[in-house]
Structures are given as C-alpha cells and as structure tokens.
C-alpha cells in the first residue's frame, strides 16, 4: 500500500505557474510509476503527466511545453511544475502510483485544488 498526499493548489492568474507536490510513503520501493491526473466537472479524469521508474516522462497533449513532472527519490516527491496557466486547466489535481505488474493507477492521493482565473 501506498498512501500519497498532495499540496500545492491553489488559485493563480492565466500565465501564472504553481508547483504541485506529491509525497509518497508506505510500500514506496515497488513504484512503478507515478502520475498526475485532473479532473474538472463534468469532465472525465485526464491523464496530464506521468514519470516512470526508469526516468521516463509523458504528457497529454493539452500540457505538452507548459508542465514538467520531476521527481526527488531521496525525498520521495514527485512534482508537476505547471507555467503559462490558462484557466482550462483549472481541476482538481490528483497524484496517483501504480505498481510494476499493474496496468492501473491504483493508488491515489485526495486531490488538490488548482484554479486559474483573474
């Protein structure tokens, strides 16, 4: 098992940046990989980024050039810096872990708010 929590969110301005934290604990050393999904109303939950054990990044093409996702091992962080915020991307942010042999996200954290609006 583990057990994420999120932080960061917040609101911001359209062009603004925000840094998304997810902190890991628990059975951590059988990661596979983690992501960041979101998830506005009335929408489905988006896969926006995700980085794997082995350093391996992806994005969905609404974020490409705008997000990084990065990860701190000696801190067990994982973060989603997103710059030039435009309020589409307003959501609830999620962090979410899989483990190697699964094919799902499995583990997830509460979610964080992130607001973009002047």
């Known amino acids: 098992q583990v057990h994420l929590e999120e932080s960061g969110g917040g609101l911001v301005q359209p062009g603004g940046s925000l840094r998304l934290s997810c902190a890991a604990s628990?059975?951590?050393?059988?990661?596979?990989?983690t992501g960041w999904y979101r998830q506005a109303p009335g929408k489905q939950r988006e896969l926006v980024a995700s980085?794997?054990?082995?350093?391996?990044?992806n994005y969905a093409d609404s974020v490409k050039g705008r997000f990084t996702i990065s990860r701190d091992n000696a801190k067990n962080l994982v973060y989603l810096q997103m710059n030039s915020l435009k309020p589409e991307d307003t959501a609830v942010y999620y962090c979410a872990a899989r483990y190697s042999g699964d094919n799902v996200y499995n583990y997830w954290g509460q979610g964080t708010q992130v607001t973009v609006s002047s």
């Open positions: 628990g059975s951590i050393f059988s990661i596979y990989a």
């Open positions: 980085i794997t054990s082995g350093g391996f990044t």
